[in-house]
């Protein structure tokens, strides 16, 4: 049994960390309500940045920096048009997404089939080599850890601290925090960056990690499946934790599943982790009410600022 | 150094919006330990200007002396730093966090959160103004958001607290508190500049008065020497009219809308139940229902509407047809029209054009959709009609909703109601924040629709409203609505206590 189930486990968390990385940083946005629709192409930007600097250089640390860094810029540019000179939020968030898969390939062409530096895994004494829980939970890389950490920090923050609380209230009336004196704009600046940050490391991991290597459209759509995790937990953390974990271990089912040999066309099978999601979406999003009670009510709205 | 000087003093104060001067070299001093009476209709420019001192609206010229130093206010924060404390009016709330949670992202710094709860009880108990610090914002009803914008301000310990409209829904009893509570603030070194409609209040309440219209100062008088007509006439420049009497309902009039036991289980999580409520109006009678905000009000309004169905059709009878199954666009077929509270958003599409917003609800009684297709010649007529007939104030029906003021807007969503010559009609808050003028012509239509025979019922916080209305009043507590009574044997005080009744043990029998 355990010799299915460990490596089953280990691809699970594997597979949940790029979306709970680009996920968190999108929640933390989209609770200031910013609702940035640019995710794909900032994972993207941000796997290429890693992939590249990682291969020039030889160091990994430089990679995961490189796309941390990627993802900002394509963030900035974002809350530039779309905070400062108020333009759509829905509009410009799919121009960047499509701005960063067509930056990516271009800039990826020369890295195509070439291997990269990959990260380290841990390896901690005594708890690394405990049996079953040694290999499924500590022996990943630390990106997996720090996906982890930081979600833990961000529930924190925004459900038990002063800033958490600001954040809150900036999604929920953008005019009656500007009336209590609060910087709107800064504050959602500040949230979309570390949205950027997050969807730069999310690409990074992919690029570094998941699958060491480059190719066009790599992230194959985690970034809207991140978005829409956002949407599915409701604006809560630990609920995004319990849909990246589903989605991972729908995607590995799909394979052992293939493995096993049963008569599935094979393309149903990787649609599976997608459709699952969307069914269970669907399901989630019927209590209308509970949606509507979460939402950060400014979600995708102008902040028009002093009249 | 010790300084003597004003508190505040503005002078020269201008502000234009686009295709609008909303402040004309405004100029206003309020004193040291002073309550301090700014009025005007709305539209006036009091709350450009408030919004101005509060650093909410930066101005194009003029000077703002504060303590003796010239200061620009840059924005909310600032003027909190600087001493200056606001109540607002509207969206200074947080509909998703609790009550605690508001007032604590209302404090500077956030730095006094430890005790917080226990200051907010304190404050609240000791000012008459009772707060859950752990309730949600979105199910609680105008008057308790009130409580919230009042007690957040009082933990700030301003030196100037600028209150715009923070009586119009408290009950007559909660008024004295306050207003003991604003004069002991004053006496301890807070000023404060007080904008109301409710000229009375003004009289008994403020030392000083800076009166507005149109965007300029128009006088400064100390309120308790002018009566209330003189103070509304300065404010709207015009002579008016006394109400005129209305013949009383005849006896044998044929009831035209009957609740039979309505009860109905709130769908909000915080809201009140209706509980047995069993009424009969007569054609031409107009019958006011008194209470405290989040008594069952707006839940029956929605239940009388048919936002929310009563069940059983029998419960609801609009003009002898059981309606209580009815959605509202039956109940409108049936002869019922229906003023909500929220002019934004509930009344209005306040995107939506007038002649739009028109349609909206008259469409079936008017007839202005022919085979799916609106016949926009007809609706625009018939928005003309309501602009002209109620002197709402703009363009034309092809302006927006928005960018009327409250009182305009009040005017038109009444008017495009009362035009429809409904057999039922119900208001729910018809002239809340609403000025003098503006009040007036809102009564005067719905006693002309009474005496023309429709059967009309006044939904109202505002008890002076009641009076002035209403030929019988029942009073609202805890979504049980009281047998009403004529209103020449009825009294402030005896309503007074009805409406306090189920909320707090009387101790008075």
Redesign the interface.
Known sequence: MNEILVPFLISVMAAATPLLLAATGELVAERVGVLNLGVEGMMLAGAIAAFATANVTGVTVLGVLAGLGAGIALALLFAVISLTLQANQTATGLALTIFGRGFSALVGAGYVGIPAPQLPKIHLPVLSDLPFLGPVLFQHDVLVYLALAILAAVAWCIRSTHMGLILRAVGDSHDAAHALGYAVVPIRYGAVLFGGAMAGLAGAYMSLSYTPMWAQDMTAGRGWVAVALVTFSAWRPFWLLIGAWFFGALMYMSLYVQALGVAVPSALLSALPYIGTVVVLVLISRDARRIRLHRPAMLGLRFQGRA | MTDTGPLLRMSGMTKQ?PGCLANDRVSLTVERNQIHALLGENGAGKSTLV?TI?????ADAGEMVWEGQKVSVQ??????RLGIG?V?QH???????TVA?NI???L?G?SQ?AGLRDRIVRVSTEYGLPLDPDRVV?DLSVGERQRIEIVRCLLQNPKLLIMDEPTSVLTPSEVQKLFVTLRRLAAEGCSILYISHKLEEVRSLCSAATIMRLGRNVGECVPAEKSVKELAEIMINADLPEPTPRPEPSEQAKPRLVLDRLTIRSPHHFGTDLQDISLSLAGGEILGIAGIAGNGQSELMDALSGEVPAGRPETILIDGMPAGHMGPRERRHAGGCFVPEERNGHGAVTTMSLAENALLSAFSRQSLVRFGLIDARKTHAFAGRIIEQFDVRTTGPKAQARSLSGGNLQKFLVGREVMQNPAVLVVNQPTWGVDAGAALAIHEAIMALAQAGAAVMIISQDLDEIFVLADRIAVIAGGRVSEPVPTRSATVESIGRLMGGSRKETADA
């Open positions: 919006y919004k509060y650093g909410v609206v930066k924005n909310p924060g600032h003027a909190q606001m607002f969206f200074s709330l947080f509909e998703a966090l949670e604590a992202l209302g500077a956030g959160r979105h």
